[in-house]
């Protein structure tokens, strides 16, 4: 129901934008988040928005060159990231929360219902 797309390889200082389509249902109404995982490492938050976009939380190491957002007539949530660095190379999850209308982000990995299956980002140095 969740399909995240657009990861690829790319050099350090490099661009790319992640996209998660959602299909079978509308997730209008969710909190929606951005995780990753290294490999042999957990699974960590990346960034969460909720459902009328107004709020957006990111972890630190991101925060300053990654942007969430979301377009929920297109039923397509976004991670544009910028000034991309090596530690940045994971697989990447696009998540959704089933239950609708939050007005707070969730940041674990336990709040949330659905998952995709990931797109790997690779950053070369």
């Known amino acids: 129901q969740l399909q995240a797309f657009g990861g690829g390889l790319v050099q350090a200082g490099g661009s790319l934008r992640l996209s998660c389509a959602a299909s079978?249902?509308?997730?209008?109404?969710?909190?929606m988040g951005w995780f990753r995982q290294a490999p042999g490492k957990e699974r960590e938050f990346v960034a969460a928005?909720?459902?009328?976009?107004?709020?957006?939380y990111s972890t630190d190491s991101v925060k300053s060159r990654f942007t969430i957002s979301r377009d929920n007539a297109k039923n397509t949530m976004y991670l544009q990231m910028n000034s991309l660095k090596p530690e940045d190379t994971a697989v990447h999850y696009c998540?959704?929360?089933?239950?609708?209308?939050?007005?707070?982000?969730?940041?674990?990995?336990?709040?949330?219902?659905?998952w995709g299956q990931g797109t790997l980002v690779t950053v070369s140095s």
């Open positions: 998540a959704a929360d089933r239950t609708p209308w939050k007005t707070r982000v969730t940041t674990t990995k336990e709040g949330y219902d659905y």
């Open positions: 079978g249902r509308t997730f209008s109404s969710s909190v």
């Open positions: 928005i909720t459902w009328s976009g107004n709020t957006t």
